[in-house]
Structures are given as C-alpha cells and as structure tokens.
T-cell receptor, first 114, second 114 residues
Framework: DQQVKQNSPSLSVQEGRISILNCDYT??????FLWYKKYPAEGPTFLIS?????DKNEDGRFTVFLNKSAKHLSLHIVPSQPGDSAVYFC?????????????FGTGTRLTIIP | DAEITQSPRHKITETGRQVTLACHQT?????MFWYRQDLGHGLRLIHY???????NKGEVSDGYSVSRSNTEDLPLTLESAASSQTSVYFC?????????????FGPGTRLTVL
C-alpha cells in the first residue's frame, strides 16, 4: 500500500525548459512534504520542503507546490540544467513531535537533454 | 568536514549468514536511521534511533537489528541473510527530532544475498 506515489518513473526535458515532477499521497494525516535528489552511487540529498500551512515554497530555481484538496504536490525546476539529471524522491511526514518517520515515493528519474 | 560514511560499499554474502553493515557519522547527531531502497518501493525505514541505547522498529524491520552504543555509530545486522534482503541500504542522521530537520544520507551499501 503505497501512501506516496510518483507515477512517472522517468522524465526527459530539454535544457533551459521547465521540469515538473509530480507526487500524490493518500494519507490525509501527512502535513509536511520534502523532495530529495539522488545521484548514482550517492545518498539522497535534501532539496526543498513545504508545510501543509503553505501552498508554495520557492528556493532559487526550485519551487514546490502543494494542493491539499487533491493530495498532490509538484516540484518545478526552472530553468532545467544538465546537473539536475538525477532521481527525485518525494517524501511525506506527520509532524507530531518526535515522529521522524518519512514515507518516500518510488522516485522519478529526470534526464536533462543538452 | 563532518560526514556520514557506510562500509562496506558493496557486499556479497550467502543465504543464512549473519551480515553487519556499518554506519558512522561525525555530525554528532542524536538521530540515526537505516533505509533500504528497492525498485518499485522507494526508500523504506528499517530501524531508527534517537540516541544512545535507544532503538525503534521501522516499516520493514523483520530480519534486521540495530544497536546504539555511542552517538557516532548505528550498525545494522542481518541475523540470517535472505535473498529478499538483496537491496541498497542507506544510513542517515539528523540533528534534532521531527521531519523539519534535514536527514543527511550516507553513500549506501549494495548488498547481494546469493
């Protein structure tokens, strides 16, 4: 039972264009969401997060949008660069004090075409 | 620079053998985690620890154990390795409790059980 779903296993985007990665969740208790980026043979690294009290969070070229009614979030990368080629994991959490459990999606492999 | 390391990076073992994967962090973080990454499942939490002598079961803890005798290390033991435990294992740490705090991941250990 996958509570966090990334339905696109892969995505190819031209350099300079916008990359949009999508994530859906089923557990209405989730109130904090994160995106991690992973290069081959390395561990995931934190990219950006959003609390459910917001619907948008921006950090440079990266913006995450949250639609609570649709239980959907998306990561926008503008403009896309070759170094953005990686696997992107969406993760969700219930932010009770002391609750460290992150539920991860299956990942989307993003390839930026020069 | 502070870091989190895992050893070995690659391991091949036989069914039924006991295997221990090492995780060492120099961040002085209280919280440490073990995940496994499998195709179609993303990252799943195996065990986690909030401090010395504290250990907790995660989503997929059967067949695994951890111990926390100091702040820096959280070794993961597969008591009797099974082919279903072939996976990539990631260790992570974070400074404080709660999902708001970034988890720093190690580079991973690829384990093959024959």
């Amino acid at each position: 039972d996958q509570q966090v779903k990334q339905n696109s296993p892969s995505l190819s985007v031209q350099e300079g264009r916008i990359s949009i990665l999508n994530c859906d969740y089923t557990n209405s208790m989730f109130d904090y969401f994160l995106w991690y980026k992973k290069y081959p043979a390395e561990g995931p690294t934190f990219l950006i997060s959003i609390s459910s009290i917001k619907d948008k969070n921006e950090d440079g070229r990266f913006t995450v949008f949250l639609n609570k009614s649709a239980k959907h979030l998306s990561l926008h990368i503008v403009p896309s660069q070759p170094g953005d080629s990686a696997v992107y994991f969406c993760a969700a959490a219930v932010s009770n004090f002391g609750n460290e459990k992150l539920t991860f999606g299956t990942g989307t492999r993003l390839t930026i075409i020069p | 620079d502070a870091e989190i390391t895992q050893s070995p990076r690659h391991k091949i073992t036989e069914t039924g053998r006991q295997v221990t994967l090492a995780c060492h962090q120099t961040w002085n973080h209280n919280n440490m985690f073990w995940y496994r990454q499998d195709l179609g499942h993303g990252l799943r939490l195996i065990h986690y620890s909030y401090g010395v002598q504290d250990t907790n079961k995660g989503e997929v803890s059967d067949g695994y154990s951890v111990s926390r005798s100091n702040t820096e290390d959280l070794p993961l033991t597969l008591e009797s390795a099974a082919s279903s435990q072939t996976s990539v294992y990631f260790c992570a740490s974070s400074e404080r409790e709660g999902p708001y705090n970034e988890q720093f991941f190690g580079p991973g250990t690829r384990l093959t059980v024959l």
